[in-house]
T-cell receptor, first 116, second 116 residues
Framework: KAGVTQTPRYLIKTRGQQVTLSCSPISGHRSVSWYQQTPGQGLQFLFEYFSETQRNKGNFPGRFSGRQFSNSRSEMNVSTLELGDSALYLC???????????????FGQGTRLTVV | GDSVTQMEGPVTLSEEAFLTINCTYTATGYPSLFWYVQYPGEGLQLLLKATKADDKGSNKGFEATYRKETTSFHLEKGSVQVSDSAVYFCALSDRAGGTSYGKLTFGQGTILTVHP
């Protein structure tokens, strides 16, 4: 079965611009989470969506936003880009269900964003 | 809040050496614990997991035991190979609030290099 697909893989943007990243989860998975990975801060949680609703949000400014569509695909948007937004953005999907066995997240390969 | 602390890296070993990467955590509820591995240019892959105290996760020769009394989840492998060279992340998913299935809290990562 197909894994988590993120597009594009690489992106170069200019400071002040905005960017939209896309994530298609594994078929049947209803939860999508986003993470930012940088050498200095490591992996940080951005937000999680489930059934088109944001269920959890990390400690990022309002310039970072996201949404989820009815087919579970998700997008995240960063407005007014700053140099510090340069990072690998990872999307993870999770099969939502009851019990502890359904907490495994599957990650995409990420989108490498460079802000110049 | 939740936190994960991994041993300082990088770790450099010779092939067939024994590996231990220490991981301790702080959580308010009853977390599930994970080890993820990241190869160069790739996203994260789940290596193993444990969902309750005293569970042992294992995969590809790697093992980790969920120790609630010491809040630890140390990763071990008896004989490493060159192909094990990667970055290893310890992570937890805390369900105390009942709505955190998709949120993972990561350690800072440990770079492992194995020489022939």
């Amino acid at each position: 079965k197909a894994g988590v697909t993120q597009t594009p893989r690489y992106l170069i943007k200019t400071r002040g611009q905005q960017v939209t990243l896309s994530c298609s989860p594994i078929s049947g998975h209803r939860s999508v989470s986003w993470y930012q990975q940088t050498p200095g801060q490591g992996l940080q949680f951005l937000f999680e969506y489930f059934s088109e609703t944001q269920r959890n949000k990390g400690n990022f400014p309002g310039r970072f936003s996201g949404r989820q569509f009815s087919n579970s695909r998700s997008e995240m948007n960063v407005s007014t880009l700053e140099l510090g937004d340069s990072a690998l953005y990872l999307c993870a999907s999770n099969l939502q269900g009851g019990g502890r066995g359904n907490t495994e997240a599957f990650f995409g390969q990420g989108t490498r964003l460079t802000v110049v | 809040g939740d936190s994960v602390t991994q041993m300082e890296g990088p770790v450099t070993l010779s092939e067939e050496a024994f590996l231990t990467i220490n991981c301790t955590y702080t959580a308010t509820g009853y977390p599930s614990l994970f080890w993820y591995v990241q190869y160069p240019g790739e996203g994260l892959q789940l290596l193993l997991k444990a969902t309750k105290a005293d569970d042992k996760g294992s995969n590809k020769g790697f093992e980790a035991t969920y120790r609630k009394e010491t809040t630890s989840f140390h990763l071990e492998k008896g004989s490493v190979q060159v192909s094990d060279s990667a970055v290893y992340f310890c992570a937890l998913s805390d369900r105390a609030g009942g709505t955190s299935y998709g949120k993972l809290t990561f350690g800072q990562g440990t770079i492992l290099t194995v020489h022939p």
